[in-house]
């Protein structure tokens, strides 16, 4: 998950550098673009100044050198002399359109063959010619007058003049040509640069603040009358003359004085931006200009910001999906970690973990109510122990498969460890439930095939129920599990969770609490059981606990020695028992001089201690205590499962001379070739038998087989729990060897078993 974050605030931090690079990269462009732009603007000015300048001079030569023919021999009186010299001069140049010679006062008195003048034609009362034929007068350039439709010869012309003088320098009249505006031969055709920049030039005004077009290429507007008799809007004017100030710092005059082209940005009269090249020609005082949208710029640069965004994109595109692969993949590596750890790695159910994590969701969604199911097999540590752990993995995932297709999704399997599930199901009528665990419990019973061989385990489960039982998972598996014990000691059955196991628990736990200082306080001591042989003579004692507790009353060592076990206090309350017991009987045989057998019970849990074997020796060697004189009663409810690990033990003690006893004989499950294995030296027969011989013949049977068995094995029968003397006497009548029962004496302390001994020596 964190990774996840990381990756994409990765991604996330390139974006936005590779946006702020990109971003950078398309203002630099752009820039750049316009810089190249604005540079190509000062090449075409250039262009466009120096060959209109050209054609400016030569017709300036054309006109002084016709001037001088003109004048010279006053070939100008003779008309038609000079006709013929304007018409030669015209065939030779095509850019003119005729020519006329003025006097000094602006009458025309000469033009080219090609004009019909009306007579009295002046050029100095005309608007129009006025002002650039006084300026000719003036001046010894030729002078370029305003732009102007000639009706004599159809046709818009840009009217040049020069004076011509005599030899003192005297003017003696003006010499006019017009050059051709506009049509095929217009002056200034070969000019045209791109189509869309338009080529301008104007005329500068120095008297009055007016300036007109000589020349605009501008294709959309053909109003000739308005481009070229019309000045130019002041409003223009103004705000170009401002914007070079600004950007330029030059004023008019300065700009008239300086040669040089300069390039600005202006706002046309349609408000669209524009391009402008503007340069000034001294000589024939005309203004140049070239203008075009700055659109062209912006094109340029939209094409260039399409090929850029389309890499942009693209490559976004691929960071993304190279991103995007990264991060699945880590989310598919992580999932699979995630699943790791929530699910058992041998079955593939949800573990504990699991369990624990979606409790709160699993009891928000069943606030009705589910029932806890803590399933044990029975019997699967033999499987393991014989088979191997491999054949043993693979009854659990077989196990863990019927359980996933005997419940649905909607009910959480969860494997606790071991040979042990977890098992929630939602609530459900009680009888449909009770069906459904004898089919579980049938299911799972069912033969598991693997390696060729058979097996069959069965399975034992307890239940506790939300919110009934109780409102936390750890109770409820914990009650669940109580009830699981219970379930145990029938095997391959199910059990409730009950009131009467909360109340035994909560003695448990005040047992537990109790005994933890019971020694201490003193509040121990042993009861000794006589047994009688056959003869009626002392065969020897059996040593159990007594616990008598101030807060508690009396307790039964049936109750505390299982708690013992359960809680780690075997140890010490064993060590307690074996001590005192070879303690005080050693006190009384020394005493009385009398020896006789003593018998200690050891429970399992003792038994499987790593060092049982030399703690036992140290406590006998300790009490000096003579070792054949020492039975230990082994319950026969040793499970078989820790059969094996016992057996080896078991030899050992008997090779010390310490003789053993199988006690609650018939019980438990030991076969005949069980108890073959077994170094048993004595059998002894469950209180439960002895109870129903009197009047269940079955049972008197089996009584009877039990002593047999004992013989051919060479064990000694004990009858424990006899009460009566027609109980001893159908034993003896069976060769029972050993008796202990109330009919003989209840388990006495230690006084009373001195007096006892006394009383019957
Ligand atoms: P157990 O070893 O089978 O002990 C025999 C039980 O039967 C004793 O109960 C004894 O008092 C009782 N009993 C003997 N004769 C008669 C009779 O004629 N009639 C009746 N009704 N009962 C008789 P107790 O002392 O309550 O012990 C119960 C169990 O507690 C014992 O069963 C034994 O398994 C365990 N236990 C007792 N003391 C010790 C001990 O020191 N160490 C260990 N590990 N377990 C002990
Ligand atoms: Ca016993
Ligand atoms: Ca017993």
Redesign the pocket.
């Known amino acids: 998950m964190i990774f996840k974050k990381n990756v994409w605030s990765i991604f996330y931090f390139i974006f936005i550098v590779v946006l702020f690079l990109y971003s950078a990269l398309l203002y630099i462009r752009y820039h750049e673009i316009k810089d190249r732009h604005l540079l190509s603007y000062k090449y075409y000015t250039e262009i466009i100044a120096q060959a209109a300048n050209s054609i400016f001079t030569q017709e300036d030569m054309l006109l002084t050198i016709l001037g001088n023919q003109l004048l010279g021999n006053s070939v100008y009186k003779n008309i038609q002399e000079s006709k013929k010299i304007l018409d030669g001069a015209l065939d030779k140049d095509s850019l003119l359109l005729g020519f006329g010679l003025a006097d000094i006062d602006g009458n025309i008195i000469l033009t080219s063959s090609n004009i019909k003048l009306p007579k009295k034609s002046n050029l100095l009362k005309n608007e129009i010619t006025k002002e650039s034929f006084k300026e000719a007068l003036k001046s010894s350039n030729m002078v370029v007058g305003r732009a102007m439709f000639m009706k004599s010869i159809d046709a818009w012309v840009v009217p040049l003049r020069k004076a011509i003088r005599d030899v003192e320098g005297n003017v003696i009249g003006v010499l006019n040509a017009a050059l051709n505006l506009n049509g095929e031969n217009s002056f200034l055709t070969n000019l045209t640069l791109s189509k869309n920049k338009s080529v301008i030039i104007i005329k500068d005004s120095i008297n009055i603040n007016e300036f007109y077009r000589l020349y605009d290429n501008n294709k959309n507007n053909l109003d000739y009358e308005f481009l070229y008799n019309k000045p130019i809007s002041e409003m223009i004017i103004n705000s170009s003359f401002q914007n070079i100030r600004q950007k330029h710092n030059l004023s008019i005059n300065g700009l008239r004085d300086t040669n040089s082209i300069i390039v600005f940005e202006i706002k046309d009269m349609l408000d669209k931006e524009a391009i402008v090249g503007l340069t000034y020609n001294k000589k024939f005082r005309l203004w140049y200009l070239i203008k075009n949208s700055s659109d062209e710029i912006y094109n340029e640069f939209i094409s260039v910001l399409a090929v850029y965004s389309l890499i942009f994109i693209l490559s976004f595109i691929l960071f993304y999906l190279l991103f995007k692969y990264i991060s699945t993949s880590e989310k598919r590596k992580n999932d699979a970690l995630v699943f790791q750890t929530l699910h058992d790695t041998l079955t593939l159910l949800p573990n504990r973990t699991y369990m624990y994590k979606n409790i709160d969701r699993w009891s928000l969604n069943n606030t009705n109510g589910y029932y806890v199911m803590f399933i044990d097999l029975d019997n699967f540590k033999n499987i393991n122990d014989k088979f191997g752990h491999i054949v043993g993995d693979n009854v659990l995932v077989e196990v863990a498969n019927r359980l996933r297709s005997f419940f649905t999704d909607n009910e959480m399997i969860v494997r606790q460890g071991g040979d042990e599930f977890i098992i929630l199901k939602k609530c459900q009528d009680e009888k449909v439930l009770n069906k459904k665990f004898l089919e579980l419990i049938n299911e799972i019973s069912k033969t598991y095939h693997i390696d060729n061989k058979e097996f069959r385990v069965g399975l034992s489960i307890g239940i506790s129920v939300y919110p009934k039982d109780a409102q936390t998972i750890e109770e409820l598996l914990s009650l669940a599990d109580t009830a699981m014990y219970e379930a145990k000691k029938r095997k391959n059955s199910y059990c409730f969770f009950s009131e009467k196991m909360r109340h035994n628990n909560i003695l448990k736990a005040d047992i537990e609490q109790e005994l933890r200082s019971a020694i201490e306080k003193k509040e121990l001591w042993m009861a000794y059981?006589p047994q009688i042989n056959a003869d009626g003579s002392l065969h020897g004692v059996?040593?159990?606990?007594r616990w008598e507790n101030e807060k508690l009353g009396f307790v039964?060592?049936?109750k505390f020695?299982g708690v013992a076990e359960e809680t780690g206090l075997m140890r010490e309350l064993g060590e307690f028992?074996i001590t005192t017991s070879l303690r005080e009987i050693k006190k009384i045989q020394s005493e009385l001089n009398l020896h006789f057998n003593l018998s200690?019970?050891?429970?399992v849990v003792q038994l499987m201690e790593a060092d049982f074997l030399e703690y036992i020796l140290r406590l006998i060697d300790n009490e000096a205590f003579n070792k054949s004189m020492l039975t230990l009663?082994i319950?026969e409810s040793l499970s078989i499962e820790d059969l094996d690990e016992v057996l080896p033990i078991l030899n050992a003690i008997k090779e010390h001379g310490i003789e053993m006893s199988l006690?609650?004989f018939g019980t438990g499950y030991s076969s005949l070739s069980i108890l073959k294995k077994l170094p048993i030296n004595e059998l002894k027969i469950d209180?439960s038998f002895i109870d129903k011989i009197l009047y269940d013949k079955s049972e008197r049977a089996l009584v009877q087989s039990i002593i047999n068995i004992g013989k051919n094995f060479n064990m000694k029968t004990l009858a424990?729990?006899?009460?009566t003397q027609e109980q001893v006497d159908v034993l003896k009548n069976y060769k029972c060897d050993i008796f202990?029962?109330?009919?003989y004496s209840k388990?006495l302390s230690y006084d009373n078993l001195l007096q006892y001994l006394k009383h019957n020596k």
């Open positions: 059981q059996e040593a159990l606990a039964g060592p049936d020695i028992i200690i019970n050891i429970s009663e319950t006690d609650d209180k424990e729990g006899v009460e202990q029962g109330y009919y388990p």
